[in-house]
């Protein structure tokens, strides 16, 4: 599961850096255009996956929670949005390769800032879910970008380019 975690976050990385160039050739018009939708517009689901690996980051690191909604803006320009991105992937690398085998089979508990609940989780299990929800939201990026006349980049974690495996 470790190198699993770690091919993760590497593609992470790559798959934003395919991503974000595609995006910023959109104007801030296009990219904050409303599309029906969880987090309605290109911007708002780059902000929220943005702002969701933070947060993960933050409980793993037992630091505060300084957000107050799932739909909190962490950045209205985009070119601080992807140097936020960038520093945030790197950081996913460097705690993803700070793992143990004996920390995912931990149990891990925090509150829900969507619930507003409690939960508690093996540690592997939340790990593996910073990485399916990042899948997930890109899915619905990749239909907005579409939608916006974007060139769609390969995106497949099949396709991560052999140095990065």
Excluded at 33 to 62: E, K, M, T
Excluded at 111 to 135: E, M, N, P, V, Y
Aim: glycine residues 6%.
């Amino acid at each position: 599961m470790l190198t699993y975690l770690n091919r993760l976050a590497r593609y992470n990385q790559w798959v934003n850096g395919q991503l974000y160039p595609e995006c910023a050739k959109l104007t801030d018009e296009i990219r904050k255009q409303a599309r029906g939708g969880p987090y309605a517009s290109i911007h708002g689901v780059l902000n929220h996956v943005l702002l969701a690996d933070r947060l993960w980051l933050l409980r793993f690191r037992g630091e505060p929670n300084p957000f107050t909604s799932v739909t909190q803006e962490l950045c209205a320009d985009f070119a601080e949005l992807t140097g936020e991105r960038a520093r945030t992937d790197a950081d996913i690398i460097a705690w993803a390769a700070s793992l143990s085998a004996e920390q995912l089979l931990q149990p891990f508990s925090f509150t829900s800032l969507a619930l507003k609940r409690d939960f508690t989780f093996q540690f592997g299990h939340l790990a593996l879910h910073i990485f399916t929800h990042q899948i997930h939201h890109r899915g619905q990026l990749v239909t907005y970008m579409k939608q916006a006349g974007c060139t769609i980049p390969v995106t497949d974690l099949l396709y991560l380019p052999a140095e990065l495996v």
